[in-house]
């Protein structure tokens, strides 16, 4: 079988079985695979593989973690390699979880859908998956579906089918170690498809031979997952400050001998504050790309909605149901809270496809 996909695989101090795992994915017909060695200790398995006509090495002197990693092989693949004979490149890990079968599948998906992110997704809820590796997967993937809105059931998947027009993108993400692969994810939803396929669940003797830190890297990993939601909140925060703020100069200082001084504080304070939170997260949280006159009439209604919802499903809370309005406020804007976050990110200040297809 002849495939029209670069392998690629960073490697720090494989298993002695890795040298037999590349020589099954070249005798599966892998004519090019791009191995790259990020730091490893000991160099006589680089320079065994590296006779072989169909094996690229590509060396770190460092450790820099599977991200770069990733990134070296990549920036290769972009440099010399044709875009008109190759359809992308196949991400895999050296531990030997990802079998030559599945590696082939994935290629083959690669191949037919050229315009999407292939995943190998596996089957957490197998007994062979250790605990810590079942459990963190869905909490991410949980978090993935809340917070960002993206339905990923495998978000720390190394067998990726990654298509030619999204290589630049890949370039352009940031992060050295795991985090790279979420951001991956999350930079992929915006503008492309993410096309799941079900592999192999494979561990072994509890996936001992994981360079993946717990804590370390979990903490990169949720804080790449919250950060634009963080700062959403803060934007909030300061834009309620602001209004506050406003109100209280207009009303107590500058218009003090006004009949309608309450109404146009309150007035001046929105429309100045509005403005600060709608450029705040076009330009800061979202960093959309989208023209101004767009994004500010969907942003304009977008709070004349929510400020409607938000008036009439309190007065069914309270009218019909009974409810303390006070509490019952807290609630529904904070429920609005969330939706508003969801709508903004989604639909409003969606990032747009910046990058260039290679010809």
């Known amino acids: 079988m ?9 490697a720090l101090d494989p298993p002695f079985s890795f040298k037999s795992y590349l020589e099954e994915l070249i005798e599966a017909g892998f004519e090019k695979i791009i191995v790259v060695d990020d730091g490893s200790s000991d160099k006589r398995m680089f320079q065994e593989i590296e006779s072989y006509s169909q094996i690229i090495v590509l060396t770190h002197e460092h450790n820099f973690g599977k991200g770069k990693a990733l990134r070296t092989g ?12 190759y359809y992308g490149i196949v991400t895999a890990d050296s531990d030997g979880q990802h079998l030559c079968g599945d590696v082939i599948k994935v290629a083959q998906y690669l191949e037919e ?46 067998l990726r ?63 790449l997952l919250f950060q634009t ?18 109100f209280a100069f207009c009303s107590k200082v500058v218009l003090t001998d006004l009949t309608e001084r309450i109404i146009v ?32 009439v969907q942003y304009l209604m977008l709070c004349i909605i929510q400020m409607f919802c938000s008036a009439f499903l309190l007065k069914m809370a309270t009218v019909v149901l009974h409810l303390d309005e006070v509490i019952m406020k807290v609630i529904i804007d904070t429920i609005l809270f969330f939706v508003s976050y969801a709508i903004q990110k989604c639909f409003i200040f969606k990032k747009r496809n910046e990058y260039g297809k290679k010809n």
């Open 2 to 10: 002849k495939t029209h996909c670069v392998i690629l695989i960073p």
């Open 74 to 85: 990549l920036q290769y693949y972009k440099e010399h390699f044709d875009y008109q004979c």
């Open 113 to 158: 859908s050229s315009e999407n992110l292939i995943l190998g997704v596996r089957d957490f809820d197998q007994n062979n998956v250790p605990f810590k590796s079942r459990f963190g997967n869905k909490v991410t993937s949980l978090i993935f579906r809340l917070v960002l809105g993206i339905s990923v059931s495998d978000t720390q998947t190394g």
């Open 161 to 223: 089918g990654i298509p030619n027009n999204m290589i630049d993108m890949c370039l352009s993400i940031g992060g050295d170690r795991f985090e790279y692969e979420t951001a991956m994810l999350i930079e992929a939803a915006h503008e492309h498809k993410i096309q799941e396929e079900t592999i192999h669940t494979v561990y072994y003797e509890e996936n001992k031979g994981t360079h993946f830190h717990p804590i370390k890297d979990s903490i990169k990993i949720y804080k």
């Open 229 to 246: 939601f963080l700062s959403y909140v803060l934007v909030a925060l300061s834009s309620f400050l602001i209004d506050i703020t406003l």
């Open 265 to 296: 504080s309150t007035i001046i304070a929105r429309i100045l504050s509005g403005t600060y939170n709608y450029l705040m997260n076009r330009n800061i949280v979202f960093a959309s790309k989208q023209s101004y006159s767009s994004t500010a």
